[in-house]
């Protein structure tokens, strides 16, 4: 079994901003790709960034230039530095990771509980 949890969601002011942290444990043997979602009520869930395991980086264009994200293979974590936050980035924040199973050797996709993040104008 493979847990992610997020953390460093909260409330902050237009212009602030937060860091997420999503620290992988269990049963891995390798750590892919990793990627940030966010999704707000009545809309789907969408790609914020994604990492891969050799550190290529992709955003959406409504965060380019404005979070980064970032990981640390040691500590099984990626991170999403939110900077210059808008009220429109307001939403719960979903870390998602391709895991190899230590035991079974199989590819699988794992998602965490989802930390909400709210910015106030």
């Known amino acids: 079994q493979v847990q992610l949890v997020e953390s460093g969601g909260g409330l902050v002011q237009a212009g602030g901003s937060l860091r997420l942290s999503c620290a992988a444990s269990?049963?891995?043997?390798?750590?892919?790709?990793m990627e940030w979602y966010r999704q707000v009520p009545g809309r789907q869930r969408e790609l914020v960034a994604r990492?891969?395991?050799?550190?290529?980086?992709n955003y959406a264009d409504s965060v380019g230039g404005r979070f980064t994200i970032s990981r640390d293979n040691a500590k099984n974590t990626v991170y999403l530095q939110m900077n210059s936050l808008r009220p429109e980035d307001t939403a719960v924040y979903y870390c998602?990771?391709?895991?190899?199973?230590?035991?079974?050797?199989?590819?699988?996709?794992?998602w965490g509980q989802g930390t909400q993040v709210t910015v106030s104008s």
């Open positions: 990492i891969s395991r050799i550190g290529t980086r």
């Open positions: 269990g049963s891995i043997f390798s750590l892919n790709a």
């Open positions: 998602n990771a391709d895991i190899i199973d230590i035991n079974t050797r199989r590819l699988m996709n794992y």
